[in-house]
């Protein structure tokens, strides 16, 4: 028996529909803590082949993407390094403050650290904006996608969604590298 994906169901889509008319905004945050001023997931209505559908969306900065790839790469090395790294865990003590590492997992971090900053000097790791859409979600389509922009904002969410709903989202095709926040230069 095939499992309905709720994200295609006409009461949800209504209910999403109410909430957007109320709201007077095109989408709706999904509350979580991982939204920040470069992320953010939200709901919002669309069409997917002809149906009216819930897009489950994950929005991001490209310079985020840009620190995500860096990092992926850093661990895959560190992985290859080390023979016992299986990712570095940061712990809180009793107050919220972070337990220092131990002396390999300080060390791992010290390389990963370095790494990146040697990638980002070289400009190993080019990115460009992008739209992935996931058919298979659990939950509607999911869409994944990255923008060029300084950061995500009620505006930019809002441009976003209208522009991919009149199928007038144009990505830049051009490649970026970017700098830690510290330096300022980015190309």
Do not use: C
């Amino acid at each position: 028996m095939e499992i309905e994906n709720e994200g295609f169901l006409p009461t949800n889509i209504e209910a999403l529909r109410k909430e957007l008319n109320d709201s007077g905004k095109n989408f709706k945050l999904v509350q979580s803590d991982d939204n920040s001023d470069e992320y953010v997931n939200f709901y919002f209505l669309g069409m997917y082949e002809g149906k009216e559908v819930i897009y489950d969306a994950a929005l991001y900065t490209l310079r985020l993407h840009h620190s995500s790839e860096l990092y992926e790469i850093a661990e895959h090395e560190a992985a290859k390094k080390f023979s016992n790294f299986n990712g570095i865990s940061y712990e809180e003590d009793e107050n919220g403050n972070l337990k220092p590492l131990d002396n390999d997992e300080e060390e791992v971090g010290w390389f990963i650290t370095e790494l990146i900053m040697e990638m980002e000097e070289e400009e190993t790791v080019k990115v460009q904006e992008f739209l992935d859409l996931d058919t298979f979600h659990d939950y509607g389509i999911g869409l994944d996608a990255a923008l060029n922009v300084e950061f995500i904002d009620d505006n930019v969410i809002s441009k976003f969604v209208k522009d991919f709903n009149n199928d007038t989202l144009r990505l830049d095709e051009t490649f970026y590298s970017f700098q830690s926040e510290d330096d300022t230069d980015d190309d």
